[in-house]
T-cell receptor
Framework: KNEVEQSPQNLTAQEGEFITINCSYS?????LHWLQQHPGGGIVSLFM???GKKKHGRLIATINIQEKHSSLHITASHPRDSAVYIC?????????????FGKGTKLSVKP | DTGVSQDPRHKITKRGQNVTFRCDPI?????LYWYRQTLGQGPEFLTY????????KSRLLSDRFSAERPKGSFSTLEIQRTEQGDSAMYLC???????????FGEGSRLTVL
């Protein structure tokens, strides 16, 4: 079992829909990252959080440390949101440099 | 452009050849990380630097792989005697410190024929 599990693996939505991507992890963490990867490879950091909730534009990230679960929400989705969304955690007991990544959720938003 | 830059973006090589990738982090960032990503998978940690010191290497980093950050600025990742299994996207990221947000480069895609 992977230490970081994301669901769903693939997600297709219509423009305007509310989207939720989930991330569950099995290790104690010091931080959780949500990343966006577009075709071609470049990765953009969306959020880094260790508790509570963060909001940036139409994106919202939440984390529940007790339940070891995080969600990424996209409101009013748009075709330009189509990308792979990756959850990554910094293992509290492990190396400071070693992020553990999920396999990603591929989102496709249709116009 | 003051982001993380990687060079080359694409490299096609024959098995057995050596390849070198370069990463230029954001200038004031002390931490520099290398990751490898194969198709359909999330990135995997390879190694990281605090300034010029290489603090950790993954078991994925066989003796054919070497990374340097000689002056604490840019870094190079060299793969010797490439194998087809080395074909992947090699990603570099930097952060201000150990707790800082990560900034990724566009990646260097390696294809070994």
């Amino acid at each position: 079992k992977n230490e970081v599990e994301q669901s769903p693996q693939n997600l297709t939505a219509q423009e305007g829909e509310f989207i939720t991507i989930n991330c569950s992890y099995s290790v104690g963490i010091s931080a959780l990252h949500w990343l966006q990867q577009h075709p071609g490879g470049g990765i953009v950091s969306l959020f880094m959080l260790s508790s509570g909730k963060k909001k940036h534009g139409r994106l919202i990230a939440t984390i529940n440390i007790q339940e070891k679960h995080s969600s990424l929400h996209i409101t009013a989705s748009h075709p330009r949101d189509s990308a792979v969304y990756i959850c990554a955690v910094r293992d509290y007991g492990g190396s400071q440099g070693n992020l553990i990544f999920g396999k990603g959720t591929k989102l496709s938003v249709k116009p | 452009d003051t982001g993380v830059s990687q060079d080359p973006r694409h490299k096609i090589t024959k098995r057995g050849q050596n390849v070198t990738f370069r990463c230029d982090p954001i200038s004031e960032h002390n931490r520099l990380y290398w990751y490898r990503q194969t198709l359909g998978q999330g990135p995997e940690f390879l190694t990281y630097f605090q300034n010029e010191a290489q603090l950790e290497k993954s078991r994925l980093l066989s003796d054919r792989f070497s990374a340097e950050r000689p002056k604490g600025s840019f870094s190079t990742l060299e793969i010797q005697r490439t194998e087809q299994g080395d074909s992947a996207m090699y990603l570099c990221a930097s952060s201000l410190d150990s707790a800082g947000e990560l900034f990724f480069g566009e990646g260097s895609r390696l294809t070994v024929l």
